[in-house]
Structure formats: structure tokens, C-alpha cells
């Protein structure tokens, strides 16, 4: 794959560099971790596997071999030859062509993930790039144009579907699956999503107030939020009185907030730990829908307990085991597209 337009910011991402938080070393890895999985599954690679995260202006992509792609996520007008590219199903594109981005219609970032992923090296256990670090990915850095990226080992199933398909192209410069990932089995992203979360340890820190605004009032994605945090706006919360907890280990979904009183959810890039107070933790299945909302787009809070917080992540992942065995099915199948 040859980058002839890098986009605004397009980087190597997997699920995740886990272990090392005791050294200082953060998580990192997609934002939408449920778009980076289902688009490898959909190529026929392991769920984890590295990706391009795509944020927001996308790139200029050639493809100098034939490949088995899927973009999932955020939808930011991909098109091949002048034709739209469908989201959520495996497509065939022939050697040659190239994959451009548009408009952003909807959402912040879209995954784009290929047949045998991504050969870069494994750093710390993972080929998720850091970039305040210069860590993983290629270089450590956000793609740039010029830059080649190779393809890893391709799949059996993956492989056969490409050949199949390859076989039904004739002069079309790419194929798409007639089947793909429903809405139904996709998280409930949305515009002015409500998000969820539990109370987090601090809670009863903060005046009765605030709690209350928390959960009705809107809250705005500021401009200067980025994969490290996202900066709330809105009704300021306050604290019953200074309280000033010891640094402790933070998560993606962290709500911490500041002595301003404007909350910041940490996301994929987050510190180690934290020490200002926390006022909750949005729950896992919600963050894919976090991760799709913009700068300048707001969300609502509600508060859920932590049985049905598992509950919800449990169904999630169950109904996410049934549609990777269903695209394993498709895939296998003797007819490509």
C-alpha cells in the first residue's frame, strides 16, 4: 500500500499494548475497539489485530497488489475510482487502484483494515503507535505521504475469498460482499449519544448539584480533546468541599475532574494514573459510541449500576462471538462475492 495523501491523522492501531502501566507504559491502542475488531474479523484476521485508525479528513491509499479490505466505523465517504465504498463488508479491490476518503459525514474515525494486517514490528507486545512516545506503528509517528506499508500473511479463508472474487470482478475496479454487519449488532452509536456510566469512587465528593447536572445537562466535546482525553463543557461540577485524592490508576472511561469543574473522560492515549477526583466510569460497552463523537458534538450521561454495566458488556461480546462465526461461515464459502 502506497500513502499518496496521509489524511489529518491516520495511524497504526491494534487493541491495545497491555502490562507495562507498572513501567509508565500507557494502553494506547483503537479508540472504537469494537469498529477495529469487527473490520479484521470481516478479512479474516484475528479480532486484535492491527488497523489503520483514520480520524476525521482520511487518506489517499494505492494498492499495488490485490487485497481483501473493510472499513468500519465512522463514516468519512471512502470511494474507489469515483464509485462509494461500502462500510461494514469485506471488499475486493483490485491492484492499482486507490482508495480515497471524502467529506465526514458522520462520526470521527473510521478503521481500515486489510487482509493479513500490517507488517510492523511488535513493540512491547503490540504494533499500536503512541505518538507522544515515538512508540509502535510505523516509526512511531502518524503516517505520511510517500510512506509504503507491507502486508503480513494472508489468511487460508481470506485468501480463497479473494480468489474467488478476483474471478467475478471483470473491469470493476473493486466488489463488495452483499452481506455485511447490521445495525442491530453494532453499538448504538448516534448523534447525542447517551452515554453510561457507573459512579465512580469520588462520587459522594461532589454537591448534590452536580450530581444531578451530570446526568441533565448536556455536555460538549471541546476542541482540545484529543485520543488522551476528552474535554467536557457545560455545567461546571463542583466538590462539597477541597479534596485532593492520592494518584491512582485510571482507565479508559476515567471521568476525572479538575478544580474548573469541566469533566475530562480519559480515552486510549491515557496517563498511568491520575489524582484528580473521580466522578465516574463510563461503562465498556459505551466507548466505541464515545469514540465516534466530535469535537464540538455533545452527549448526555446516565447512570447505571455496575451489575447491569456487566450485563451490557457480556451481551456485547456474546453477540459478537455469534457475528464472527457467522463471517467465518461467509468467508468460507466456495463463491467469493
Not at 102 to 109: D, E, H, L, V
Not at 179 to 206: L, N, T
Amino acid at each position: 500500500m502506497y500513502i499518496i495523501k496521509s489524511g489529518l491523522l491516520t495511524t497504526i492501531q491494534d487493541q491495545g499494548r497491555f502490562g507495562y502501566q507498572q513501567q509508565g507504559v500507557i494502553v494506547s491502542g483503537a479508540m472504537d475497539s469494537f469498529a477495529l475488531r469487527a473490520a479484521n474479523v470481516l478479512v479474516g484476521n484475528d479480532q486484535g489485530d492491527e488497523a489503520l485508525e483514520i480520524t476525521l479528513r482520511g487518506p489517499s491509499i494505492r494498492f499495488d497488489a490485490e487485497a481483501l479490505i473493510a472499513i468500519c466505523g465512522g463514516n468519512l465517504s471512502p470511494s474507489i475510482g469515483g464509485q462509494k465504498v461500502p462500510l461494514w463488508r469485506p471488499v475486493i479491490i483490485r491492484a492499482g487502484e486507490v482508495l480515497e476518503f471524502g467529506p465526514c459525514i458522520w462520526g470521527a474515525r473510521a478503521y481500515l483494515a486489510v487482509a493479513g494486517g500490517i507488517d510492523v514490528p511488535l513493540v512491547l507486545q503490540s504494533r499500536s503507535t503512541y505518538l507522544r512516545a515515538g512508540l509502535g506503528g510505523l516509526e512511531g509517528r502518524a503516517l505520511r505521504t510517500g510512506d509504503v506499508l507491507r502486508c503480513g500473511a494472508v489468511s487460508d479463508c481470506a485468501a480463497k475469498y479473494t480468489r474467488n472474487g478476483l474471478a467475478a470482478l471483470e473491469s470493476k475496479p473493486f466488489a463488495a460482499a452483499p452481506w455485511f454487519i447490521g445495525f442491530p449488532s453494532r453499538p448504538a452509536y448516534a448523534q447525542e449519544p447517551v452515554i453510561r456510566f457507573i459512579q465512580g469512587r469520588d462520587f459522594r465528593h461532589f454537591t448534590e448539584e452536580s450530581k444531578a447536572a451530570f446526568v441533565s445537562r448536556p455536555f460538549y466535546v471541546t476542541p482540545q480533546s484529543d485520543r488522551m482525553g476528552y474535554r467536557l463543557e457545560g455545567q461546571a461540577i463542583r466538590l462539597m468541599q477541597p479534596f485532593e485524592p492520592i494518584s491512582e490508576a485510571v482507565s479508559f472511561g476515567t471521568v476525572q475532574v479538575p478544580p474548573e469543574g469541566n469533566p475530562i473522560i480519559l480515552m486510549a492515549d491515557r496517563q498511568t494514573i491520575g489524582g484528580y477526583p473521580k466522578i465516574a466510569q463510563v461503562a465498556s460497552v459505551d466507548l466505541p459510541v464515545l469514540a465516534q463523537v466530535k469535537p464540538g458534538e455533545s452527549i448526555r450521561l446516565a447512570e447505571i449500576s455496575l451489575e447491569h454495566a456487566e450485563e451490557l458488556y457480556m451481551d456485547a461480546e456474546q453477540s459478537f462471538a455469534l457475528t464472527e462465526k457467522a463471517i467465518g461461515l461467509y468467508l468460507t464459502k466456495e463463491r467469493g462475492v
